[in-house]
Antibody
Framework: LQLVQSGAEVKKPGESLTISCKGS????????????IAWVRQMPGKGLEWMGV????????RYSPSFQGRVTISADKSITTAYLQWSSLEASDTAIYYC?????????WGQGTLVTVSS | IVMTQSPATLSLSPGERATLSCRAS??????LAWYQQKPGQAPRLLIS???TRATGTPARFSGSGSGTEFTLTITSLQSEDFAVYYC??????????FGGGTKVEIK
């Protein structure tokens, strides 16, 4: 299984953005849809922060209190892809964002998407 | 639940033993994972369930502990082991939280 994330983005404050995480290389789509997909933020030179998770099979979504209302997590199980969306970016959203698959412990990670927000 | 890792930085020589600590602010049972992250790379799962090595994790890595106190031990540091290590709880998750990380650097 591989999680392939969309490419780096450069945006201005106030702009919207959606980044993606696509599962590939699996034998069965349930290797993606029947596990939780988490999004994790890593700000420059900092540690890992859990943002939220989604269960693609039924789109059950849970957010960290720190990110609730600031981002939207979604998934399209038919194309084994999860998404992370912002409606209005801020400079403080500059970070690498990782998706990861698991059931608490996360065993497969995407390569990361660098998001740069600058005027 | 707050996860606290110590020390922040560990300076050791190849071949030495590394002992990394992770403390939870309340019991997380054995629902504890360890990850390794090298510069420019995504994190990699090393250990789950406090002591179960993930596929491909060398035997020199071992995890121990339960409740609130956990340890990751690397018995003989290899050059490829110099990296940042994170603990993460997943007890009654979500939510879940990561520790702040321990950087293992070459002395």
């Amino acid at each position: 299984l591989q999680l392939v994330q969309s490419g780096a983005e450069v945006k201005k404050p106030g702009e919207s953005l959606t980044i993606s995480c696509k599962g590939s290389g699996y034998r069965f789509s349930t290797d993606f849809t029947n596990y939780w997909i988490a999004w994790v933020r890593q700000m420059p030179g900092k540690g890992l922060e859990w943002m939220g998770v989604i269960y693609p099979a039924d789109s059950d979504t849970r957010y960290s209190p720190s990110f609730q209302g600031r981002v939207t997590i979604s998934a399209d199980k038919s194309i084994t892809t999860a998404y992370l969306q912002w409606s209005s970016l801020e400079a403080s959203d500059t970070a690498i964002y990782y998706c990861a698959r698991g059931e608490g412990a996360f065993d497969f990670w995407g390569q990361g998407t660098l998001v740069t927000v600058s005027s | 639940i707050v996860m606290t890792q110590s020390p922040a930085t560990l300076s050791l020589s190849p071949g030495e033993r590394a002992t990394l600590s992770c403390r939870a602010s309340q019991s997380v049972s054995s629902n504890l994972a360890w990850y390794q992250q090298k510069p420019g790379q995504a994190p990699r799962l090393l250990i789950s369930g406090a002591f179960t090595r993930a596929t491909g994790t060398p035997a020199r890595f071992s995890g121990s502990g339960s409740g609130t106190e956990f340890t990751l031990t690397i018995t003989s540091l290899q050059s490829e082991d110099f990296a940042v290590y994170y603990c993460q709880h997943y007890n009654n998750w979500p939510p879940l939280t990561f520790g702040g990380g321990t950087k293992v650097e070459i002395k």
